[in-house]
C-alpha cells in the first residue's frame, strides 16, 4: 500500500455490496465508486415497466443474520422497507400443494432501487464508468482507467464489488481472488411481466412453482389510479433458462405466457402489456463460504453475493465485512507509519 496521508480508495461496482462497504468507509478514506450503469442497485437496480414502481428482478428480503436485522430494522424505520405479508405457496400443475407464511418477508418502498439510492446519497460516485483496467505504480498505488482507456485516479486501495464473472479481469494482481472467483458459476434467469386490465382472483399473492418451466411467480402492487389492474412478474427456472438462452425475446416471452396460465391453472387472456428480460448473471450457484476476499500484497479486496450467499441479505454482509477488513488494513498502516 502507497503512504498518501488520507487514503484513497476505489470501490468498483455500486450494487448492495459495494454500497454498503462505500457508506461503512466513508468517514475514513476517500473513498470513490465507479458504476458502469446509469443507475445504483445492480442486481436491484429497477427496471421500469409501465405504471408499475417494481421490476422482473428481485423480489423481497428475508433474514437470517442477526447484524443484517438490525439493518432491515433501520431500513423499516426510515420507510425503505416495509413487511410484506402475501400469501406465498407452492404450485404444482395448479394445485397448491404447500403453504409457507411462516417466513418473515419484506418488500422495498416503493422498491429495492430506494435503498440503493439512500446508500449512494452522500458518496462520490462515478456513473456510467467501467472500470476496465488497473495499473500498478512504483510506489504500490493503483491508476485505474475506463473500458476507452480513460485515466480515473490513482487509489492506495481497490475494491471489487461486481458480480463474480467480471472480478478474474479486473483482479489480474491478486491471483489468489481471480481464480476463486472465476470458479463461480452463474445462473441465467429469464424473467416475464404481464400486465392484466382485471384480477386474476389467484387465492395467493406469490408462489415457488414446481415441475415448470417457471420457478417463481408473485404478484406486483397495483398501479395508482388503477387498482383493478394486475400485474405479475414470472422467472423462469434456470434449467429452463439456460436452454433458452440464445432463443429471440418473442418466443421465450410466449413460452413464459404460456406457461404462467398453466402453472396457475387458468385460461390463457391476452395481457395489456408484456415484457421479458434475460439476467445473464443473475445468482452464484456455488458461494466461495467466505465473507470477502483480501490481498494484502496486492491492496486488492472482493466482496458480493458471490463470497457469501446468494441474495440481498449476502450482498450486504459482504461489503460489511469488506470494509471492516478495509480497516483493519489501513490501522495497520497508521500504525507502520507512527513507529516510522
Ligand atoms: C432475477 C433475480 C431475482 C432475485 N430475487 C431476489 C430476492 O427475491 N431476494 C434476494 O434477497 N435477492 C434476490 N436476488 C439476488 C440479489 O439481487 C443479489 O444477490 C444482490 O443484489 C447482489 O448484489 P451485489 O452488490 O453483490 O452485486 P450486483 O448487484 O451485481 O452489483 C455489482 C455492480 O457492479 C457493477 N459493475 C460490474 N462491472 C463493473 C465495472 N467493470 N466497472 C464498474 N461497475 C461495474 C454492475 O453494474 C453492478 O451495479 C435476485 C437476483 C436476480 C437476478
Given at each position: 500500500m502507497s503512504v498518501s496521508a488520507t487514503p484513497r480508495i476505489a470501490i468498483i461496482g455500486a450494487g448492495l455490496a459495494g454500497l454498503t462497504c462505500a457508506t461503512a468507509l466513508k468517514g475514513m478514506a476517500g473513498v470513490t465508486v465507479f458504476e458502469?450503469?446509469?443507475?445504483?442497485?445492480?442486481?436491484?437496480?429497477r427496471h421500469p415497466f409501465?405504471?408499475?414502481?417494481?421490476?422482473?428482478?428481485e423480489q423481497y428480503i428475508t433474514v437470517s443474520n442477526p447484524l443484517f436485522l438490525k439493518i432491515v430494522e433501520s431500513w423499516l424505520d426510515a420507510g425503505l422497507l416495509r413487511p410484506w405479508e402475501g400469501w406465498v405457496v407452492e404450485l404444482n400443475h395448479g394445485q397448491?400443494?404447500?403453504?409457507?407464511?411462516l417466513t418473515p418477508r419484506y418488500r422495498g418502498a416503493p422498491n429495492m432501487q430506494a435503498i440503493a439510492d439512500r446508500l449512494a446519497s452522500g458518496l462520490d460516485l462515478r456513473h456510467s464508468t467501467s472500470v476496465a483496467e488497473l495499473d500498478r505504480g512504483d510506489d504500490g498505488s493503483w491508476r485505474l482507467f475506463d473500458d476507452r482507456g480513460g485515466y480515473l485516479g490513482v487509489y492506495d486501495l481497490v475494491v471489487i464489488a461486481t458480480s463474480?464473472?467480471?472480478?478474474p479481469g479486473l483482479a489480474r494482481a491478486a491471483p489468489s481472488i481471480a481464480r476463486a472467483a472465476a470458479n463461480i458459476d452463474m445462473t441465467l434467469c429469464w424473467s416475464a411481466l404481464f400486465d392484466f386490465e382485471?384480477?386474476?382472483?389467484?387465492?395467493?399473492?406469490a408462489a415457488f412453482v414446481l415441475?415448470?418451466?417457471?420457478s417463481w411467480v408473485a404478484r406486483l402492487d397495483a398501479p395508482q389510479p388503477y387498482p383493478e389492474r394486475e400485474c405479475w412478474v414470472v422467472h423462469a427456472s434456470p434449467e429452463w433458462s439456460a436452454q433458452y438462452a440464445a432463443s429471440f425475446r418473442g418466443r421465450v416471452l410466449h413460452a413464459l405466457m404460456d406457461a404462467f396460465f398453466e402453472a396457475c391453472d387458468q385460461p390463457p387472456r391476452k395481457p395489456l402489456a408484456s415484457n421479458v428480460h434475460c439476467?445473464?448473471?443473475?445468482?452464484?450457484?456455488?458461494?466461495?463460504?467466505?465473507?470477502c476476499l483480501f490481498d494484502e500484497r496486492a491492496s486488492i479486496g472482493a466482496c458480493g453475493d458471490?463470497?457469501?450467499?446468494?441474495?440481498i441479505e449476502g450482498a450486504v454482509l459482504s461489503g460489511f465485512s469488506m470494509a471492516d477488513r478495509v480497516m483493519k488494513q489501513l490501522r495497520k498502516r497508521e500504525h507502520g507509519r507512527a513507529a516510522g
Open positions: 458502469k450503469s446509469v443507475f445504483v442497485g445492480g442486481r436491484v437496480s409501465g405504471e408499475y414502481r417494481d421490476h422482473s428482478g397448491i400443494v404447500n403453504l409457507d407464511d463474480a464473472d467480471q472480478v382485471t384480477s386474476l382472483n389467484l387465492p395467493f399473492e415441475d415448470s418451466p417457471l439476467w445473464r448473471h443473475a445468482l452464484p450457484i456455488n458461494t466461495l463460504g467466505e465473507d458471490w463470497c457469501t450467499a446468494p441474495r
